[in-house]
């Protein structure tokens, strides 16, 4: 797993150094030697700084403990530490994830447990058509939908981020997590109410029916945890998609999150920045998936016993 | 709770209902969906000898003007023809799309089919590779990429591709691995087959199964991604496209509130594709997996 | 009948609507248990044994469609008052099922399973819930019940799942238990003791017992009246010693001789019955057991023997033309 994280962050950073020419990238035109010697001392600062002049593999091998330290570089452009810009940008990013994480797990197992305890009937089937259509809709599509019908034509949430306080905060984030939310609710939805419906089937159901428990306690009790394993696998796998649609919601939006800031870095040819930026992503992505790991144990405790 | 209360297998059964042919067994929505976004393609390719306004021209309807007759799905902030906006937009998301799950299914299907038949070492690089690159945040990928290569239709494509290589190198390494253990394999290689005779003629068509229906789902994958990077406005730089119409028509809440229309309608059309592809991509997964089940 | 008998089942019939039509999995069974009385249902799988108690359990899915009735202690099983219903079964009936392995659910410690019933039934806390579990282990006879009880299921044998499971049921002291088949899955050194056990928890709490089973001899020492299925129908019942010294239907002759018994001396050759059981996709028109009977005639296969009691005694009872004993039995055998 770590070996994975070092991989990313060795194809992040050979991408960036050889598919164009980190001077440029620091000093605009004025990087080209042809601009006239009067440059000549600026350039050499700047390699000496950015350390240019040393092979790729020292540069990486710096990078990377550098990292270890917390110290993501500066920022080619505006000369800013970049681990300053993270740590001021990642936390509003890191709530939006959270919230619509939370959203999403809060709406679908109810529904789930709900579909599922009348599989097959009608109403089972027609939520399944409305889950399935959920996953039709893009992340970007489903922003400009649900802003014009929350924020504008029936104006329920503000249409702008207010970052006045943990309230406002929240509640204008409301609508972004929604929009985060809503494929996450489908995917969930359908795989758990799968799992549920086979687990149903088991000798333990039955035998707890015939104890006399009732419908919602055999549900809630017996049923959902054996059911959860596709969902928690996919919850980390999902976090993936997730942080690719917090870009979206967080530039329709105008949220001041880290996936703003990455794409205005990218845009700017700000390479420190989009590094971090991915390094981060990474390791947050595996991080999850380590704890999903761990999770596991929790759900059933004959895994514990096989490691 | 499986007692038997379903009547006991009877073998004469299945003579008196013949299977379906496979066009009925996929239903009803599986042609209806394919018939949507076969029209979407005819509507993209058949673009330039339409009849239909430039997408590119201001002032044809009035500032958001709403639908009329002659201009379907109104008119956008600048007067453009929604409709002609649209069906444009519609040729670039789509030849994105498909060449993306070609390089996809060429380059992740070959490693995956190698990797999976001749495991070893080939096998161990391949699925850490396969693994390193879904763990990054597949849209920072293809932004990054996309950025490094530059924002061509090509190369858009060729990045949205390479981000379909580990997902459909996973699976047919997967599905090699099942198969490479069958005994019709078994039998050919007793029978004195090579190792290229056996991949092609044994592994690949069994493979290139689960993988047609992958392709559908991965191509409605591609258009959202690039939908995504337009609405970001990182993807193909000056081109139109689905995911920057929406962006334009939806980004000023003034306009958006005063012409709805000049964002829903592309919205529903995306919608429908989308829907479309991972409609028939879903029907044919099913249909193949069952028959798998009775080989 | 009797009117005294604690469950009383009459002319049963359980249908399953299924995507290949109606299966008619049992028809007209009778059947009665008195308090604290042993009842042995014997027949094949397939025979609707299980499918009788389970519909008395309201275990069926709700493809199944229930004729007839049942009644216990002077309620309508399949019509309970809503009221009564939430606390009804796993209090006046309970069940043990076949599969110790799978009637537990994995995720759950052997407490939390043992005590939600008596916390949500009798309403007991905690604390009183987990007293009660000891005393249930301890009744069950598992040695070391504090250290079982943080236990996960997968910690235990088979044997001791089906004892937890037994403990159960009887959480809440029932005045009927159901066991179906509860010693098929074990280990053959461990079912006499899981039947021994059940027989003497059914004296020690005067409780009566329903006791399904494939095998006659599981039943020939610890019930009181033994009922044999076939094909979803009854083929007889009669007070246990008279099942086996005055048979009268060929099936239960075939199951007697098809079955290893102390008596049988060593080398005899067993008796299996040739043939399958019968298709229940149809409605029943004939005796069911007629195409494997070695007694059977044209009669057999055109007509539904009725079930009537024997001269003898009333509480024999069978379903046959050609009873065992009467002049039809055929010299053709040997």
Known sequence: MLLVVLAVTFLAFASMNFLGDPLVNILGPIADESSGPEFAEIRAEARAEYHLDDPFPVRYARWVGDLTQGDFGRSFKNQQNVRTVIADKLPVTILLMAYAQLLAIAVSIPWALWAASRAYRFVDKASTVVSFGMLGIPVFALVVLLFWLFALYWQIFPTRFDDSGLGPRLWSLTLPAISLAIPLIATYQRLLRTDLISTLQEDFIAVARAKGMSTRHILFRHALRPSMFSMLTVFGIQTGALIGGSLVVEQYFGIPGIGRAVIEAIIRDDFPIVLAVVVIMSVLFVLINFLVDIAYTWLDPRVALND | MTELWLPSADPTAEDEKPPLALWRRLGFGFWVSVGWVLLVIGLALLAPILPLEDPNATGVGGRLEGPRPGLWFGADSTGRDVFSLTIWGARISLVVGFIAIVVGLLVGGSIGILAGYFRGLFDGVASFAFATLLSFPALILAILITTLLGRTVFWISISLGILAIAPVGRLARAQTLVFAEKEFVMAARILGADDRRILIREILPNVVVPMSALALLGMSIAIVAEGTLAFLGISVADGLSWGKQIFEAGSRATDLQTGPHAALFPIGVVFLTVLSLNFAGDRLREVFDAKELSL | ?334
């Open chain 3, 1 to 334: 009948m009797m009117s005294d008998n604690l469950l009383e089942v009459d002319n049963l019939g359980v249908t399953f609507n299924t995507p290949e039509g109606k299966v008619y999995a049992v028809s007209g069974v009778s059947l009665g248990v008195s308090k604290g009385e042993a009842l042995g249902i014997v027949g094949e799988s397939g025979s609707g044994k299980s499918v009788t108690m389970k519909s008395i359990m309201g275990l069926l899915p709700r493809t199944a469609e229930i004729t007839g009735s049942a009644v216990f202690d002077g309620l309508d099983v399949f019509d309970l008052p809503k009221g009564r219903r939430k606390h009804f079964y796993g209090v006046d009936i309970a069940m043990v099922f076949q599969n110790p392995m799978t009637s537990l659910n994995p995720v759950k410690r052997i407490d939390a399973q043992l005590t939600e019933g008596m916390r949500y039934h009798d309403g007991l806390s905690h604390s009183a819930a987990k007293e009660h579990a000891l005393e249930l282990l301890d009744l069950v006879r598992i040695p070391d019940p504090v250290k079982r009880l943080r236990q996960y299921p997968h910690e235990l044998s088979g044997g001791m799942r089906q004892r937890v499971v037994i403990a159960m049921a009887l959480a809440n002291e029932p005045a009927l238990l159901i066991a179906d088949e509860p010693t098929t899955a074990l280990d053959v050194t461990v079912q006499r003791d899981i039947l021994d056990l059940l027989d003497d928890l059914r004296r020690e709490l005067d409780m009566a017992l329903i006791l399904i089973t494939h095998d006659l001899g599981v039943v020939r020492d610890r019930t009181d009246t033994i009922a044999v299925m076939y094909g979803g129908r009854l083929m007889e019942t009669a007070p246990t010693a008279a099942v086996f010294a005055d048979t009268a239907h060929p099936y239960t002759q075939a199951l007697q001789r098809s079955i290893p018994d102390m008596s049988t001396p060593r080398g005899t050759q067993l008796d299996p019955i040739p043939g399958s059981p019968p298709d229940l996709a149809f409605a029943p028109t004939a005796c069911p057991f007629a195409p494997r009977c070695t007694y059977a005639t044209d009669e057999c296969a055109s007509a539904i023997p009725p079930f009537k009691s024997t001269p003898s005694s009333a509480d024999h009872s069978y379903a046959c033309f050609h009873p065992c004993g009467s002049a039809a039995e055929p010299a053709a055998s040997v």
